[in-house]
Each structure stands twice: as structure tokens, then as C-alpha cells.
Nanobody
């Protein structure tokens, strides 16, 4: 069982930066690949990026590639999403998720989900 709690969301101007954190409970955090997803109003939830259990492999959606960076600190049971050069279209609720499978962009593979944190980017 893994419980995930996101933090760090807020209101930022276009071009600004935010860092989201996802803290996990449980002693097996390091065995899970982690993903970030987001859901904008009126839209389906979409994949943002993912990181392998070791942190050695990351993958991003084209919409955020070069602007967002995922990292993790297994000693702190935390995964991060650094978001730079934010755009109004990045406005969404951001979710972290954990999968015991290999790192994947497939939403259905993720077993545990956080409650989400709101990110709003003003123009």
C-alpha cells in the first residue's frame, strides 16, 4: 500500500516556475516507478512524464519536453516535478501516481494516485 500526497501547486505568471513534490508513505517506495499526470477543466487526464524506480530513466510528453523535469529522492520517499517556462495551457490539476510495473505512460498501469494539486498559470 502506498499513499501519495502532492504539494507545491499555486498561481504563477506565464514564464514562471513551480516545483511540485509528491511524498509517499510506505517502505517500498523505491520499488515503484512514478508518473505525473494532469487534468485541465473539461479535458481528460493526460500523461506528463514518468521516472523509473531508480531515477535513471525519465520520459516526457511532447507538450512539456524541455520545460519540465522529473526527479526523485528515494531516501526521502519523494518525487518532484520541476516546471519551468510555464504557459497558460499548463493550467491543470497535477497528480502523481505509482506503479509496480516498469515506468510507463499508460494511465491504467498506475495503481496508486495522489489527490492532486492545482497549478494555475496566468497570462
Amino acid at each position: 500500500q502506498v499513499t501519495l500526497v502532492e504539494s507545491g501547486g499555486g498561481l504563477v505568471q506565464a514564464g514562471g516556475s513551480l516545483r511540485l513534490a509528491c511524498s509517499a508513505s510506505g517502505r517500498t517506495f523505491s520499488s515503484y516507478a512514478m508518473g505525473w499526470f494532469r487534468q485541465a477543466p473539461g479535458k481528460e487526464r493526460e500523461f506528463v512524464g514518468r521516472i523509473s524506480w531508480s531515477g535513471g530513466s525519465t520520459y516526457y510528453a511532447d507538450s512539456v519536453k524541455g520545460r519540465f523535469t522529473i526527479s526523485r529522492d528515494n531516501a526521502k520517499n519523494t518525487v518532484y516535478l520541476q516546471m519551468n517556462s510555464l504557459k497558460p495551457e499548463d493550467t491543470a490539476v497535477y497528480y502523481c501516481a505509482a506503479t509496480p510495473s516498469g515506468a510507463t505512460s499508460r494511465e491504467g498501469a498506475y495503481r496508486y494516485w495522489g489527490q492532486g494539486t492545482q497549478v494555475t498559470v496566468s497570462s
